[in-house]
């Protein structure tokens, strides 16, 4: 068990003998291991951070060995010693010799090595050479444009800033003496200075200050806030920004992250300003332990390298027949059993594809060429082929399919009808706040029209504000117009609002506030809030001009004028894109940490059918049967965890379908890699971005049909390579295998077969660019190597005009 939280249970009984809930509290804490948040990170991490909220700042500073104003740079450097730089463990690159093999050890290179090891060995020193240079050639080929796409993702990492600011106490010779927990830095304190560090060398301990725009470098707990929101969308799904404050309202939260007052790091500040403590770094952060998870799981086989292993065996399963065969019929009627096993080995050799791998690694290069030019960086050349295979695309909301930003979205009266009075209201309120504004000010001042129509800066004059509090919920502001009246305006959370009103206006009537009206009010913000909508309430009054000093107790007797509701919109290509894909045979499924509420309104709006929403508590209880009908029947999922988003792209994946999903947080990751094809952004963070295989540079998701298509091209091209020159191969091979039983000497080296292969394969060298017929882009592509069998076997009887190349 934590001492920290030992401590602290046996300080609380000798407080106030509440046995119960303490023992309560601690039973809830070891209980985690069965709960939805230890499934992505230690119990152990749960429960310091849950042990850190409860804290008071004093008892955490000094057990961190640290001080309100910061640690001094000797202690910094003896904990950095001490607990390592702060880097979260990434996928680390292989090194080259590795990538090497890598883009060396698919099937058919394997096969076509074997044969050349073979020539070799038989001293057929010619076609071994042959064999072997179409390796190479193919090898290179993909290492060389695998290693460029991979440079420029990693290009894009180092675009980004990683500073803090940093308190640092400057302290004499004999604190500096001290060493970590720096006992008695207290009384030796100098003067304490900001500056700026590297996130790298930040440690627990480092008190750091926030701002706007800031990303939260480590785990963190507030020592202080100011109308701090935080982004915790990369994390949670979640669209809007979290409130945070310098002290935990709820003692009995166990969810890490519905803790008020600690930040996780890769969230942001969106708006106000804070300082921090700093907890834990690097891999012991709850990012970390989320990145662990991911880069420690091995890559599942995608759609396309299964694909191509059943088409290797196919061969082999021919070779395995007709070689023998062939070596027996030989041996048997011409005696000569060396002879025989030569003439065995031109039949492997020939009815093997020598130049397939340069064929399929040119055609996906081809493909990821032209995506490079829509802005589109492929980090995996299979994933070319997995785009025109896919199926099934799942896809994050926030930032994905919505703008990752507050919108105001309505401005209506308390019937819930459009109001211009209420946006102007709100508009004067947000204006005259001297406060850090938040992003729903932010939103509100977007309509610069109603400054203009207002005449704000001559017509309007502030008296006075009303800061907000987290008790009151609520911020006014007192503005006179043309000095001949003063009006009070606040805006705020919409039960507090109400608490301080009497009244309501009703079109140009006002009218007392009474039970059945209360009533309706309820109903109308419910509504709002079904829509997936954050309400936020204006009420206002008018106070005598000559009243000059205002506080808190007179926002009393207002009337309520009506609410502004804010939302994250949905992309402008969204909608487009997601028609387009529909087109293309590509079902589209929602998988978000977010609410479902605010999921159902943002898929209306992009106009995708909901077929049922499935929470993840709800997942968390079906069995893998249920699971696997579940993901067949919804398309919304909700409140997901990381671990519900990878379960679902694996049972997916199971029920036969290509699955591609598309997000850029830290709770996407995992799904990225199980799915066959893994889409991400350039804004993503970096473990989502090393877990994609492909990395979209802009926001339009239209580029995302582009993709698919592109990958159908490269698919069909491929197989009508495979299957032209297969069944020429088997063509050729039946032919001397039946003129061998008949004639009494070999009709065919294993050179001669090399060379009228590869004669033919040069012929075959433009397929990559050719083009392909409408009816193979309208529906996914996928592996059949049965039918690529029978049309080795059959293929003067029945070859499909659409695998042939189509005139010109």
Known sequence: MNFTLLKEFFAGFLRNRHIGRHFRRLALLDTLTQTDVSREVPTSLTKTLVSAANNNPETLLKQLGSHSEGLTELQAIVIRERVGLNEVEHEKPLPWWLYLWHCY??????????????????????????????VVLSTLLRFWQEAKSNKAADELKAMVSNTATVLRCDAPDTAIADTAPYPGASQHLKATS???????????????????????????????????????????????????FAVQHDTQAINPLELDNILFMGTNVVSGAATAVILST?????????????????????????????????????????????????????????????????????LTPEMLPMIVTSTLAKGAVFLSRKKVIVKRLDAIQNFGAMDVLCTDKTGTLTQDRIFLSWHVDVWGNDSEEVLEMAYLNSYYQTGLKNLLDVAVLEHVEIHRELEVATAFRKIVEIPFDFTRRRMSVVVSERDNH???????????????????????????????????IHRVTADLNEEGLRVVAVAAKAVPPTKENYGVADESDLTLIGYVAFLDPPKESTASALKALAEHGITVKVLTGDNERVTAKICREVGLEQHGV??????????DAELALAVEEHNVFAKLTPSHKERIVRFLKANGHVVGFMGDGINDAPALRSADIGISVDTAVDIAKEAADIILLEKSLMVLEEGVLEGRRTFANMLKYIKMTASSNFGSVFSVLVASAFIPFLPMLPMHLLVQNLLYDISQIAIPFDNVDVALLKQPQRWQPADIGRFMVFSDQSAPSSTSPPSR
């Open 614 to 623: 499935i929470l993840g508590r709800d997942i968390e209880r079906m069995s």
């Open 194 to 244: 900001r500056v700026e560090l590297p996130i790298k060398l930040l440690v627990p301990g480092d008190v750091i200050v926030l701002s706007a725009g800031d990303m939260i470098p480590a785990d963190c707990r507030l020592l202080s806030a100011k109308d701090l929101f935080v982004s915790q969308a990369a994390m949670t799904g979640e669209s809007l920004p979290v409130e945070k």
């Open 486 to 520: 003063h009006e009070l305006i606040t805006k705020g959370a919409v039960e507090e609002i109400l608490s301080a009103c009497t009244h309501v206006r009703h079109g140009p009537a006002i009218e007392p506030l009474t039970a059945e009206m209360l009533a309706r």
């Open 105 to 134: 050890k698919n099937p058919f290179n394997l096969l076509l090595t074997l044969l050349a090891v073979i020539s070799y060995l038989t001293e057929d020193l010619k076609a071994a050479i042959v064999i072997g240079t179409m």
């Open 282 to 350: 690097s891999n012991s952060t709850y990012f970390g332990a989320l990145a662990s998870r991911v880069t420690a799981t091995d890559r599942t086989p995608t759609a396309f390298q299964s694909g191509v292993n059943k088409v290797s065996w196919l061969l082999i399963r021919f070779m395995l027949v007709m070689s023998p065969l062939v070596l027996f019929i030989n041996g048997f009627t011409k005696g000569d059993w060396m002879e025989a096993l030569l003439f065995a080995l031109s039949i492997a050799v020939g």
